[in-house]
């Protein structure tokens, strides 16, 4: 391997905005800011879609003051972009960086910005144009192979496991059946997490349906009705992409027109119709007075005043790390290796190709959930609950005796 290149560099950050995902942009100005190979560091605004248009702003110039504040701020601090570049598109975000002697390309995203960082990287290569690649993980999904966690999950984890654990108190106060629709296309990680804040034999979320889980509507009754005659109450958490029995989504099943975004995949979280469908079906099937449904949509991805401290420790050093991996490797990803769990949490990063991530997504593993295919099992919990922080405790006198 060459010696690192004396030039400049870009990041970006793509897809779906978290609560962390800041702390690693910040992570990588830091990082930059210690080597002298990078002269310049840019940030391409709304990502992808910056540097085809040659729009950037200056990284270096950022007081500590300021990165402090941005690394606590949710959302993209730079803009996103959900544009999937094909190689023409990469062809032009190359001649950018020719232009302006960007040789050092960090992206921070899923596994579709694995894979723009992997043409990109391609590209360069069949040029003879020396340029590395690095992809710096980000989801709230948690969806990405190789790595045992995604920067952004552990905050939004954190959001749906505390918003439950109001809800359940909510449900306690005024029984009924209440319904919360989750963020999870494919994967259930973040559906799941409803169950963390569980403190009381009888605290909900009683009932948790995930994608990889297929479930018809007389099972989905059922388990309401079940629930529902034994506790006089019931909260069920729903991820956005439950799909019937047929492997079909219940949203593709009601969406009257598919909107798609530009991957393809068709609108889940910009509407509460999934969860005002299943309240309905229960409102006509089941004797209960009190329905009521919520979707969680887009405030999962970026609620203020609400990061895991775990989650941002890890996402800072993960834009950390690949501007180290950059002074001595072409390419890749970084990735997180668990190595201790309960109390003796703890993680250290690794390197793997670009390859290995990009264009896949990785499920939740069946021993996360329950033989009945509606709850998590403790293994799950002992899996996330490190990455939320801690969550808050609570009270509930309802269950005291009575005099």
């Known amino acids: 391997m060459s010696s690192a290149p004396k030039?400049?560099?870009?990041?970006?950050?793509?897809?779906?905005?978290?609560?962390v995902i800041n702390a690693s942009l910040v992570g990588v100005i830091e990082e930059a800011n210690k080597h002298p190979e990078i002269q310049n560091l840019y940030g391409a605004v709304h990502a992808v879609a910056g540097m085809v248009k040659d729009d950037f702003i200056d990284l270096k110039k950022l007081s500590a003051d300021t990165l402090e504040l941005v690394a606590a701020s949710p959302s993209s601090a730079i803009?996103?972009?959900?544009?999937?570049?094909?190689?023409?598109?990469?062809?032009?975000?190359?001649?950018?960086?020719?232009?302006?002697?960007i040789r050092y390309f960090f992206y921070i995203g899923g596994n579709d910005s694995a894979n723009t960082a992997y043409i990109i990287n391609t590209m360069a290569a069949a040029a003879d144009y020396e340029l590395r690649a690095f992809h710096i993980p980000k989801t709230v999904d948690n969806d990405l192979l190789v790595t045992d966690h995604c920067p952004g999950f552990g905050t939004a984890a954190k959001f749906v496991a505390c918003a439950l654990m109001g809800?359940?108190?909510?449900?306690?106060?005024?029984?009924?059946?209440?319904?919360?629709?989750?963020?999870?296309?494919?994967?259930?990680?973040?559906?799941?997490?409803?169950?963390?804040?569980?403190?009381?034999?009888?605290?909900?979320?009683?009932?948790?349906?995930?994608?990889?889980?297929?479930?018809?509507?007389?099972?989905?009754?059922?388990?309401?009705?079940?629930?529902?005659?034994?506790?006089?109450?019931?909260?069920?958490?729903?991820?956005?992409?439950?799909?019937?029995?047929?492997?079909?989504?219940?949203?593709?099943?009601?969406?009257?027109?598919?909107e798609t975004d530009s991957h393809g995949n068709v609108q889940l979280s910009g509407t509460g119709a999934l969860a005002d469908f299943l309240a309905g079906q229960v409102k006509s099937n089941l004797d209960a007075k009190r329905v009521r449904a919520d979707t969680f949509g887009y405030l999962q991805r970026s609620f203020a005043g609400l990061q895991s401290c775990v989650d941002a420790r890890?996402?800072?050093?993960?834009g950390q790390a690949a501007v180290k991996f950059a002074m001595d490797e072409v390419s890749g990803s970084v990735a997180i290796k668990r190595t201790g769990n309960g109390k003796d949490y703890a993680v250290e990063l690794f390197r793997t190709e670009l390859g290995n991530v990009a264009e896949k997504t990785k499920s939740m593993p069946a021993e996360f959930i329950n033989a009945e295919g509606n709850g998590v099992t403790d293994a799950f919990i002992e899996y996330a609950m490190p990455l939320t922080g801690g969550l808050p405790r609570t009270s509930y006198l309802g269950n005291y005796p009575r005099i």
């Open 79 to 101: 803009g996103t972009s959900r544009d999937k570049p094909d190689e023409e598109y990469c062809a032009r975000i190359l001649e950018v960086f020719k232009k302006r002697n």
């Open 7 to 19: 030039a400049n560099a870009v990041v970006g950050q793509s897809g779906g905005p978290t609560g």
């Open 314 to 318: 890890e996402a800072r050093a993960c």
């Open 167 to 258: 809800d359940d108190l909510d449900n306690r106060a005024m029984p009924g059946i209440k319904i919360d629709c989750v963020m999870g296309r494919h994967a259930g990680f973040l559906t799941a997490a409803s169950a963390l804040g569980r403190q009381r034999d009888d605290d909900g979320p009683h009932l948790v349906y995930i994608p990889e889980r297929p479930v018809s509507m007389d099972k989905f009754l059922g388990d309401v009705e079940g629930v529902y005659k034994k506790l006089g109450r019931c909260v069920v958490a729903v991820s956005e992409g439950i799909c019937d029995t047929d492997g079909v989504t219940w949203a593709e099943k009601l969406a009257e027109v598919k």
